[in-house]
């Protein structure tokens, strides 16, 4: 990615959040906080800048445009042409609400679209085995197999948000009721 296309849509210092249409410098992927976070496991250093949506536990890719319109993944959106996105600014690196889980660098920008498809699948294999549902931790966002209930999270009446840590960072969160990321 050269800086001057990325001048088009990146606002390094501006607003703090921007609606973007999708489809023009790139299409995103939007899936579930929970199977975002086992797809980055994956992915490793092959992944390209992520957005972090904390008010709808969700996480963005950027591919190619038109790179995934074949794509039929379970929990899998694909954003293209007639849909916006909502695009944090470049400094914008930490929550709470939106920012880049992995930052917006010249040499992180698209995730390449295999490399993207093949640790999703994986991903959700590794969601439908038959092992206890993995969680991600509140603190460090990293997926857990052991999962801690710290606290409940009412949002209305009747309505609960349950949250997570793994074993290392319960000593580190509070227990009792919190606010939502």
């Known amino acids: 990615m050269t800086i001057s296309r990325a001048q088009q849509w990146v606002e390094p210092y501006g607003v703090e959040v921007r609606t973007l249409p999708a489809g023009r410098w790139w299409d995103a992927v939007r899936v579930p906080l929970s199977l975002g976070v086992r797809a980055l496991e994956h992915l490793g250093h092959d992944t390209g800048a992520v957005i972090k949506d904390g008010y709808g536990s969700v996480l963005y890719w950027l591919i190619r445009p038109t790179a995934a319109d074949h794509w039929r993944l379970p ?34 920008y ?52 349950a949250v997570y840590a793994c074993p290392d960072c319960v000593p580190h969160c509070p227990a009792g009721p919190g606010q939502l990321e």
């Open 75 to 108: 929990q899998v959106q694909v954003l293209g042409p007639g849909c916006h996105v909502a695009v944090p600014a470049q400094h914008r690196t930490s929550g709470p609400g939106l920012y880049w889980r992995v930052p917006l660098t010249r040499q992180r």
């Open 110 to 161: 698209r995730t390449g679209p295999e490399p993207l498809h093949f640790a999703l699948r994986a991903a959700l294999a590794d969601a439908s085995g038959p092992r206890h549902p993995a969680r991600v931790c509140c603190r460090c966002e990293r997926s857990t197999e052991a999962p801690v209930l710290v606290r409940v999270i009412e949002r209305r009446p009747n309505t609960a948000r």
